[in-house]
């Protein structure tokens, strides 16, 4: 007698976890099992969704982003970072276009301890194609910024070697290869959103 009132007991928990998860369903799950007809005006209600307010594209090393920002329209830039041996961020490399049509805005985001009387110098094929001003110290790194023009940057994605380039608080030279792969690409798609 137990055992069937343990089996039975069993069943009615099962019966009642069923029909709660049907209650935790939507309405449009529940019109999608009900009719053919329904389950096709389902697919079209979700086909219709709104697009991603973020998103991201890989060009080789470069990433290229885009953010929605409202009644503006949308944000985008293309980024590089370079990673330390800790999995830490130690050097940033963003690109976007800039308060002109033929102008790209360059930043860079470095460690702190940097002479910020110099500025940070963005080299393609040996050429200084940035000359990017240090703008602020926070504690997460230094932030040099400036606008170079779209066809200097253009040869950057052609080039073989890429380098950043600037000064440490005792005036030695610091010096990250970045690699070009993808940049190209990223800028192309960067020109044409």
């Not at 069943?11 to 309405?27: D, E, K, S």
């Not at 949308?74 to 041996?85: A, E, G, K, M």
């Not at 940033?92 to 470095?110: E, H, N």
């Amino acid at each position: 007698m137990m055992r069937e009132l343990r089996t039975a007991r069993a069943a009615w928990l099962r019966g009642a976890a069923v029909i709660a998860a049907l209650a935790a369903l939507p309405a449009s799950a529940m019109a999608q099992a009900s009719t053919p007809g329904a389950r096709a005006a389902a697919a079209t209600r979700t086909t219709m969704a709104l697009p991603p307010d973020r998103t991201t594209a890989q060009y080789g090393e470069w990433t290229l982003r885009c953010q929605m920002t409202g009644a503006e329209g949308r944000n985008c830039d293309v980024s590089l970072t370079i990673i330390y041996q800790r999995a830490q961020p130690l050097v940033q490399v963003l690109m976007r276009r800039g308060t002109d049509a033929s102008s790209l805005g360059v930043a860079v985001q470095v460690g702190v301890g940097v002479t910020v009387s110099e500025p940070a110098r963005l080299l393609i094929e040996d050429e200084a194609v940035a000359t990017l001003p240090f703008q602020r110290c926070v504690p997460q790194g230094c932030f040099a910024e400036g606008q170079q023009a779209d066809a200097q940057m253009a040869t950057a994605g052609r080039a073989e070697t890429m380098r950043l380039e600037y000064r440490n608080a005792d005036g030695a030279p610091v010096v990250f290869q970045a690699p070009t792969r993808g940049l190209a690409a990223a800028l192309q798609a960067l020109g044409s959103l």
